[in-house]
T-cell receptor, first 112, second 114 residues
């Protein structure tokens, strides 16, 4: 069955550093992948979408890569700030059901 | 535009009861999806409605059901509540249900089953 894994449950980094979050998937070849941010007590907020024919996408301090050979996406936040602290979720198109399949998320903590 | 709204925000029920949750999508959005979020399983897809029809369904028992009205507002119902149904229930809306459309999530309804 389709499986999506975010390697780290938690990631702690120092302010100003680059945070790199990993999303791996198996048994599937998605046409696109999405990244969301979720703060405590709130619903996820869409950040970026990257298609299978795109290697990299950027939005301000955010960068996403999509390697369909490795079946992996990397999500980078450069010059991280304490305000970036949140849980980040990756999601894939769910195939036959057409829904989104979410990873369990990585909780990022940026220390000042 | 107003965002996705969900009511109620918090709910406490006992085992065996039933519950109805409501979701109002962003104006103009015709697709509404429901998700269950728990610490152990993460975000799991329940079902999606588009133009009043259920278009997709996740792997949840028949106790979980939903519907969508002509104004795109949606409700989900859980009957015969079990302790394991305690979760954050999120709805998300998007314009037309194309998978590349941005999904906008509501704040969720926190359901506690005692």
């Amino acid at each position: 069955s389709q499986k999506i894994e975010q390697n780290s449950e938690a990631l702690n980094i120092q302010e100003g550093k680059t945070a790199t979050l990993t999303c791996n998937y198996t048994n599937y070849s998605p046409a696109y992948l999405q990244w969301y941010r979720q703060d405590p007590g709130r619903g996820p907020v869409f950040l970026l979408l990257i298609r299978e024919n795109e290697k990299e996408k950027r939005k301000e301090r955010l960068k996403v890569t999509f390697d369909t050979t490795l079946k992996q996406s990397l999500f980078h936040i450069t010059a991280s700030q304490p305000a970036d602290s949140a849980t980040y979720l990756c999601a894939l198109e769910g195939g036959s059901q057409g829904n989104l399949i979410f990873g369990k998320g990585t909780k990022l903590s940026v220390k000042p | 535009k107003a965002g996705v709204t969900q009511t109620p925000r918090y709910l406490i029920k006992t085992r065996g009861q039933q519950v109805t949750l409501s979701c109002s999508p962003i104006s103009g959005h015709r697709s509404v999806s429901w998700y269950q979020q728990t610490p152990g399983q993460g975000l799991q897809f329940l079902f999606e409605y588009f133009s009043e029809t259920q278009r997709n369904k996740g792997n949840f028992p028949g106790r979980f059901s939903g519907r969508q009205f002509s104004n795109s507002r949606s409700e989900m119902n859980v009957s015969t509540l079990e302790l394991g149904d305690s979760a954050l229930y999120l709805c998300a809306s998007r314009v037309a249900g194309d998978f590349t459309d941005t999904q906008y999530f509501g704040p969720g309804t926190r359901l506690t089953v005692l």
